[in-house]
């Protein structure tokens, strides 16, 4: 049954207060004036107070795509779900995207928008996504649907007991698709609530759509009559995505696999507006192995799907983007092990070398790359990176990094001169552990003196250290003076010696060398004795030696 509809006194009903129209918006939001090849793309998180880490790693794709083609990277709050609003979301957003070196071009900031595309915030562009509505009523491609919650249940129910697709389309939207302009006026003054729907197509067709990532995708047309704006006016994703980047003029959009389903409902507005479609990169979930087995992170269950986790351990930002270009790209590894001293912003990122299994977030290979970006970093940056991270997480250990400034360089220096450079931080709050041994105030006795050496040889050694100490010596004289009381006192100097005539030696230099570690670091476990020495200073020396006396 055909029903004439006088679209025009809809939309009016609908939209009595809309008068601006498609061309303004056009004309308001011109066409970018940039090179062919540059890439216009954002992130469009959900502010929901849970920044996860699949965030950045858009966030990474995204910016490194616009910026490597003197393109534009913008940030837009897609705030439209009022149940998942969350006081604050916003500003913590945009601090951990600050936290981890994400540059943006446009978009929401802690001071409000910034750009001439503005409004960035969804829940404030309602009048934009209005004009747009009110447009494709005009056209006969909506209709208010006053379903109730219990009648799409009920039909959810009855869907699913005849194992049809569920969703309100062909002869269950049939009963609001049909209602005359009078049967809404009279629905509408009762002030029944209602959802503005698209008219899909009762269609069989298929489309192709073009994944950057994945290729050509075969997906059957959309048929379903989805819902653009919800009772409350605020549009659905599937609408504010279209609206948005069609008036943002992003020419990418990359998001997550779990839109791939949704695309459909994406091109079929695409199409009815006559509006070009964006190039889709659909990118992989986030997986973990456990017992063996790949399975997606949760939320509930893994605590570094939270980009939060990594600011909380420390995690350097460098570090977390090379980690997330290893697993964007397969050959970044190789071209950092080609270019080891180069920025990461110099590897040349591209769509055809991203995989589409899913991404596998392993904590170790997280810890080795932290590791090698940390050793590459210069001793000052490397003080920055910690006092930065300090001054939110271990204020007191701040307070020594300020301090001790100059013992703190020259700590983060030890090991870094020569071709092997020592590769003993792993992450910021690590590395304030490492370095405690440094500060008097944090010094701990963590390890216990090794057992070869009786008390009246430590004694004796200690006092001949001590006596022949001299702050100046270079590492080799230093070095001389420790073998000669070695032998003195009946340890090999030779550790190899040692081995194979245990009996004729106390014990070896070895011992020896760790009882010194011991006295001055507090643990078996650290750099350089001689090194460490010099960044203690003699003072800090003679009286950590002297406790052993
Ligand atoms: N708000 C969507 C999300 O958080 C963004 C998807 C997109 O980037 O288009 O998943």
Known sequence: MIIFMNYQA?????????????????????????????????????????????????????????????????????????????????????????????????????????????????????????????????????????????????????QTANKENPGIYGKYAEANRNLTLEQIQENLNAGKSWVLRFRGEDTEESILVQDAVRGEL?????????????????????????????????????????????????????????????????????????????????????????????????????????????????????????????????????????????????????????????????????????LAWCEEYQTSFAELLKVYHDRAIKALNVGRGGAKVRKDLENWKQACEFLSFYFDETFTQQDNMPEEISETDRKAFFKEYLDSYQHSDDSSAWFAKVKEITEKLGYAVKPKDFKKHPEDYKGSIIHITNMIRIALTGRANAPDIWEVSQVLGEEIVISRLQKWL
């Open 218 to 386: 075969r997906m059957p047309r959309n048929n379903m009559d989805f819902v653009l704006l919800k009772s409350d006016g605020i549009p659905t994703y599937h609408f504010a995505h279209v609206v948005d980047d069609h008036f943002m003029r992003s020419t990418h959009v990359i998001r997550g696999e779990e839109w791939i389903s949704s695309l459909p409902m994406h091109v079929e507005l695409f199409n009815t507006l006559g509006w070009k479609q964006p190039v889709y990169c659909h990118t992989a979930t986030l997986m973990k192995i456990e017992d063996g087995k790949k399975r997606k992170l949760s939320k509930r269950k893994d605590p570094e799907l939270a980009l939060a986790y990594y600011q909380q351990e420390g995690i350097c930002p460098e570090a977390v983007w090379e980690f997330l270009l290893t697993l964007l790209n397969s050959n970044f590894e190789e071209w950092r092990l080609a270019n080891p001293e180069a920025d990461y912003h110099e590897f040349p990122y591209t769509i055809e070398k991203m995989s589409i299994s899913g991404a596998l977030v392993d904590l170790d290979k997280l810890r080795d790359v932290s590791k090698e970006v940390l050793s590459r970093m210069t001793a000052e940056n490397l003080y920055a990176g910690l």
């Open 10 to 158: 809809l939309a009016n009903l609908l939209f009595p207060d809309v008068t601006g129209t498609p061309e303004e918006l056009e004309q308001r939001f011109p066409e970018r004036n940039l090179p062919e090849q540059a890439v216009v793309t954002r992130i469009g998180p959900s502010p929901t107070g849970f920044v996860h880490l699949g965030n950045l790693y858009n966030a990474v794709i995204g910016e490194r795509l616009a910026h490597q083609s003197g393109g534009v990277f913008y940030l837009r709050i897609e705030d439209t779900d009022e149940k998942r609003k969350v006081e604050g979301a916003v500003e913590t957003l945009i601090s951990a995207m600050q936290y981890f070196g994400v540059n943006f071009d446009e978009g929401a900031t802690a001071d409000g928008d910034n750009g001439n595309y503005a409004p960035y915030r969804q829940r404030q562009r309602k009048e934009i996504y209005h004009i747009i509505a009110k447009y494709l009523t005009l056209q006969g491609k909506t209709y208010p649907c006053f379903l109730t919650a219990e009648e799409i249940d009920a039909i959810r129910e009855q």
